[in-house]
């Protein structure tokens, strides 16, 4: 497949966790930094974390930080966003992408997967 295909969303209860995914193809994966993005209702999309080719430079939306931990495994050509402590405000259509990838940006975000925190 050309998109990224996340999986892993759901329905959880404030300060619950859920385990997101992304699988992509090796050949493209493996040479691009990988980006998780939201996007909730009446809201423009944001980038929510980001994590370097290599996997070892990792950044945060603040209001993230502490709670998200982005990772990789480049031998299984994924992605992935643990997510702890969920609030409310989390609720969104989850995606991955190539953040440094104007192509990928542009023309190929995928279905996504729904994170909804609620009691």
């Known amino acids: 497949q050309l998109q990224m295909v996340e999986s892993g969303g759901g329905l959880v209860q404030p300060g619950g966790s859920l385990r997101l995914s992304c699988a992509a193809s090796?050949?493209?994966?493996?040479?691009?930094?990988v980006g998780w993005y939201r996007q909730a209702p009446g809201k423009e999309r944001e980038l929510v974390a980001r994590?370097?080719?290599?996997?070892?430079?990792?950044n945060y939306l603040d209001s993230v930080k502490g709670r998200f931990t982005i990772s990789r495994d480049n031998a299984k050509n994924t992605a992935y966003l643990q997510m702890n402590s969920l609030k409310p405000e989390d609720t969104a259509v989850y995606y991955c992408?190539?953040?440094?990838?104007?192509?990928?940006?542009?023309?190929?975000w995928g279905q996504g997967t729904q994170v909804t925190v609620s009691s």
């Open positions: 090796g050949n493209i994966f493996r040479l691009n930094a």
């Open positions: 992408n190539y953040p440094d990838d104007f192509l990928y940006r542009a023309g190929y």
């Open positions: 994590v370097s080719t290599d996997g070892i430079s990792r």
